[in-house]
């Protein structure tokens, strides 16, 4: 059972500009009923049968190994509703259900007590959406390779997992372990998570034809969205990355065709893992492995198996953009930060997905600071102000399966380069960042935990802080005037910015570096005599506007 941490949300409300309509069906999928909170998933035993012939799942099966939290003779578990349930077997009994949108009720024979340990098996097969533009509009990818062999994947990171197997599809509930089996038609090959078991080849009367059947096991908590198949002409080969305690195994998946270009390409694997270990600890999934898997999509940080799709290219698809110019692997150093934020450590509602993407996006800005340095990682870092929009906050609308804007990507990562700045103390920043990792290993939080966590650790109320930047759209705007007086200069300046915003910042009168500490109202203070041209304000250490007035 995955310990699942669940506090109240106490910072502002989300603002009008962050509200939607929402419907039966968005609650369904996002709230936390008695239906859901009655039971403890703690193990799943997943079976599929791909046809890619007619791309749809046949004669599949989940079981669902849970505790009952609570007394209760009715649940929901979750299963798109293009899905059908063939039948749910508990106790050598079927038993009933009805569904709603994709939510599926069943109801037990007798009360389930609090503290039994049971199953249920879910029986299902049908056609699983498509993939429009994956990962970001997610369900089953089905391609083919450039020999005209089946490459199949699937990503549902939003969407949840209900959209191709049924389970509990919220974040909040993740099993302990899970067994994945899935066959696919012989002779492609299948990946998942975690550690390969057995491959056997079987013959299905049904299809009257040999499949693939491989079993992968996940020894360590997962969420649902992250549990994935890969079905191709694969061929894997394997590394080693020595640490200073123990040695993980590296695995890679790649089309038959691209295996020297792989060997080459993964090269730049083992000095990101040491970066990444140094900063955050230990590679949270080691007796699970770390394994790139060749996609037919962009990427996704699927656990111990990330979807691999940039072809090989430095950057972004080839475009240095994203990677501020630098040669690295964009997808690489993204999606293997999610290891650690987003999988390790996961939020319980995905209103709070800034979590997983804020912290990954800062992440790559480490990277780089430890492989090209500190100058290098302030370009990198201000380079990501270009992608910033401010069209809505950060955090969604909790309860209804929403997550925020976009900018939960470079906003987040920013807005934690400018704390960073204002701590003046990287030791004390640097802990923070391992501290949460090993306060939260393993768990599903809310957002609060760790901005608490971190008001906790500096002694420093970062409530506003956080308000400003997370919930709401604008950035915070300096403004400020250089008034001449007799041969000295006079700075006038101010926030304009929600109540009670005070963030100090760093300026430059031409000499030193200092500190000023604006607020709602203006103040004012003497920069004796400078050069009016040499006044800068540090914007390349914080994230803000900046308006200049005559």
């Not at 699970?288 to 996704?300: C, I, N, R, S």
């Not at 799709?309 to 040669?327: F, H, I, Q, T, V």
């Not at 270009?386 to 976009?406: A, E, L, Q, T």
Request: aromatic letters at 16%; one cysteine or more; proline letters at 3%.
């Amino acid at each position: 059972m995955r310990k699942i941490l669940l506090l109240g949300i106490s910072l502002l409300i989300v603002l009008d500009s962050n509200s939607q309509d929402f419907n039966r069906k968005d609650s369904l999928r996002g709230s936390l009923t008695p239906f859901r909170t009655c039971y403890d998933v703690t193990y799943y035993d997943l079976f599929v049968i791909v046809d890619e012939k007619e791309r749809t799942l046949e004669r599949s099966y989940n079981k669902i190994h849970f505790t009952a939290l609570s007394d209760f003779d009715e649940f929901q578990v979750d299963l798109s509703k293009n899905l059908e349930i063939l039948l749910i077997e508990f106790e050598e009994t079927e038993l009933l259900f009805t569904r709603e949108y994709d939510a599926v009720f069943i109801q037990f024979p007798r009360t389930i007590l609090k503290g039994e340990n049971s199953t249920i098996k879910v029986w299902y097969t049908g056609y699983p959406k498509e993939a429009i533009n994956p990962p970001w509009d997610g369900g089953f990818s089905w391609k083919k390779d450039k020999n005209d062999n089946p490459w199949i994947g699937v990503s549902c990171q939003g969407l949840g997992a209900s959209v191709w197997w049924p389970n509990k599809d919220h974040q909040s509930d993740e099993p302990d372990s899970m067994s994945i089996t899935v066959s696919a038609r012989y002779p492609s090959k299948v990946v998942c998570n975690g550690n390969l078991r057995r491959d056997t080849t079987v013959w299905y009367d049904y299809f009257q034809g040999y499949f693939n059947q491989s079993e992968w096991f996940v020894s360590y908590p997962i969420n649902n969205y992250d549990v994935t198949l890969n079905i191709g002409d694969y061929v894997c080969f394997q590394d080693e990355y020595i640490s200073s305690e123990d040695t993980l195994d590296l695995s890679y998946y790649v089309l038959s065709y691209n295996v020297e270009k792989a060997r080459k390409h993964f090269k730049q694997v083992k000095p990101m893992l040491k970066c990444f270990e140094n900063y955050f600890g230990r590679y949270p999934f080691w007796n699970d492995g770390f394994a790139l898997v060749e996609t037919p999509y962009l990427g996704m940080e699927h656990q111990s198996a990330i979807a691999y799709g940039n072809r090989y290219l430095p950057g972004y698809r080839g475009s240095l953009d994203y990677s501020g110019g630098l040669e690295f692997d964009y997808i690489i150093v993204h999606e293997t930060g999610h290891e650690w934020w987003g999988n390790s450590v996961t939020t319980n509602d995905i209103a709070d997905m800034w979590i997983h993407e804020g912290f990954c996006t800062y992440s790559e800005a480490l990277y780089v600071e430890c492989l090209y340095g500190y100058d290098e990682m302030l370009k990198y870092v201000n380079n990501q102000k270009r992608f910033i929009r401010n069209n809505k906050p950060i955090v969604g609308c909790y309860h209804v399966n929403h997550k925020g804007s976009g900018d939960m990507y470079h906003k987040g990562s920013v807005m934690l380069h400018t704390l960073r700045t204002l701590l003046e103390d990287d030791e004390l920043w640097f802990s923070i960042l391992i501290g949460i990792l090993d306060e939260f290993e393993y768990q599903t939080i809310d957002a609060k935990q760790v901005i608490d966590y971190i008001i906790q650790r500096t002694g420093k109320d970062f409530t506003v802080f956080f308000n400003q930047y997370l919930y709401n759209t604008s950035l915070p705007e300096f403004q400020y005037q250089l008034i001449r007086e007799g041969r000295n200069i006079t700075l006038k300046y101010r926030w304009e910015a929600i109540e009670e915003f005070d963030m100090p910042i760093l300026v430059n009168s031409g000499k030193d570096d200092f500190w000023i500490y604006p607020e709602k109202m203006w103040k004012e203070i003497s920069l004796g005599r400078i050069d009016l041209s040499e006044f800068k304000v540090k914007e390349e250490l914080f994230l803000l506007d900046i308006k200049k007035l005559k």
